[in-house]
Structures are given as C-alpha cells and as structure tokens.
C-alpha cells in the first residue's frame, strides 16, 4: 500500500470513528436510551457553542474567556519550559547540584502538584499569578526530566574531545550539550504545554473571574451538561490548534534530522 493511500485509509476510519461514536450518542439520546439531561446530546453541544458566540457567556464574551486561558497558559509554559530547561542541564551538567538538590526535587514531583492550586489561590488571590503559578509547576517537570536525561545522554568522548581542543566548560555547554539534548526538550514540549493548559483551567475552576475553567464551573454549578461538554470541546479545539503549531516548529527546527522509520508495518 502507498503512502498517500494509507493516509487516505488512516482519515477515512477516523471519520468513521467519529460519525459511530458521535452518531450514536446522538441517536441513544434522541431514543431515550441515554439520558441528556446527566450526559449530554451533541447537537445541544453545538447550540450551545453558538449561543456562546453570538450571545456571550455569564462572565463576557466567549473569545474574552478563550483569551484569559490562553494568556494563562501561554506565561505558565513558556515560563515552565525556561525553568526547566535552565534547572535540567544544569543538575545534568553538575554532579554535586545533583547530588544537593535532587532529593528535594524528587520530593516537590511527589507532592500532587494540583493540589497546590488552592494554595496559590489563597496567597495570589484569583488573578493571573495563581494560574500562572500552577501551570508553571505543571510544565516545569515534564520539561526538566528530559532536559535532564538528555545532557545525561551526552556522548562522554565528544565532550572530552572538546575540552581538549580548548573548550571552555561554558561552550562545551553551548555547543555540544545543547543541540544533544535538543530533541529531549522537543519532545517535551508537546506534553507539557497540555499541562500547561490542565494548570490553567483547574486554576480557574478552583477560583477565578474569567476563562474556560470557570465557564465550566459555572455550568456544572447550574446542572448544564452540554455546557461542560461544550466547553471541554472548545479546550480540546484549542489544544489541538496548539499541538499543530509546536509539531509545524519542531519540523521547521529540527529539519536536519532523519525521517523517522514509519509505516503501516510498523
């Protein structure tokens, strides 16, 4: 089979996925075999979506509530992912901060990171920073453990080799660990945005005055199944625009690589 006839195959029984599970919840509710009250019915999913656009939600506009989330998440990733890339090469790098500081490491990524949230509530209050904050304790893990494992992974002699033709402990770190330990971080950036936006919107449902979260408080509080669900749809729209965006700029940056073994057979 050709490359372009199984991609052809493989969307084809996506859509079919689709219309079976879609198609047949719409018609269980529509028979009275599932309630929509407790669960839902698509099609209300999608007039409630529309009403959202054109008449606004109880806390404002609906790309005003998209737009808080995405500020959340987008301060909370960025700020995680330069944290724990700094934090990863350098214990990677180091064996005595390693050493001095991995316990305490090992015990910040036991504790439930979620559950921080209500702490950061009660001392930021219910702006931005709380958000921020526990999104940032989201992503800054998933970063640090590959940052971490891929200066770990290092080729030795190639370092060796460098600091012998006279490179500095800086450079060697510049030029030779980095672009190692590149594709780790890649990697983790597709994970740890998705927790960049978990972060964000459980903030907003523990306590905020905008964004999706609350919006999906709000409508669990008023016993509105298609409103969760149509808010959930509009977090799952938003992450997979995201992921399309971070998979077109790890392409574009890591251009040099080799194609990855794929195929039907595999």
């Not at 199944?225 to 890591?254: D, K, S």
């Amino acid at each position: 089979m050709s490359h372009q006839r199984y991609r052809t195959v493989v969307w084809l029984a996506r859509l079919l996925v689709f219309i079976v599970v879609i198609g047949g919840w719409e018609l269980c509710a529509r028979l009275g075999i599932v309630n929509p009250f407790f669960y839902g019915q698509p099609s209300q999913v999608i007039g409630q979506i529309q009403t959202w656009i054109q008449n606004g939600t109880a806390q404002g506009s609906l790309w005003a509530q998209i737009a808080v989330t995405m500020q959340e998440t987008i301060l909370g990733w960025v700020i995680g992912v330069v944290l724990g890339v700094v934090f990863g090469v350098a214990l990677g790098r180091s064996r005595f901060l390693s050493d001095v500081l991995g316990p305490y490491i090992k015990i910040m990524n036991s504790i439930p990171r979620i559950v921080l949230g209500s702490i950061f509530i009660v001392a930021f209050g219910l702006g931005l920073s709380s958000k921020v904050l526990l999104a940032v304790v989201l992503v800054f893990f998933a970063v640090f453990f590959n940052a971490f494992q891929g200066t770990r992974e290092v080729d030795r002699n190639l370092m060796a080799n460098a600091r012998i033709l006279g490179a500095s402990r800086w450079r060697v770190t510049r030029e030779v660990v980095l672009p190692s330990a590149f594709t780790w971080i890649i990697a983790s950036l597709h994970v740890s945005f998705g927790f960049a936006l978990i972060g964000a919107i459980v903030g907003e449902f523990l306590g905020a005055q905008q964004g999706l979260g609350l919006l999906i408080r709000t409508a669990q509080g008023t016993f509105n199944a298609n409103g969760v669900l149509a808010a959930m749809v509009i977090v799952a729209i938003v992450a997979l625009i995201a992921e399309g965006l971070i998979t077109a700029i790890e392409q574009r940056i890591l251009r040099w690589r080799p194609p990855a073994l794929s195929g039907p057979s595999l």
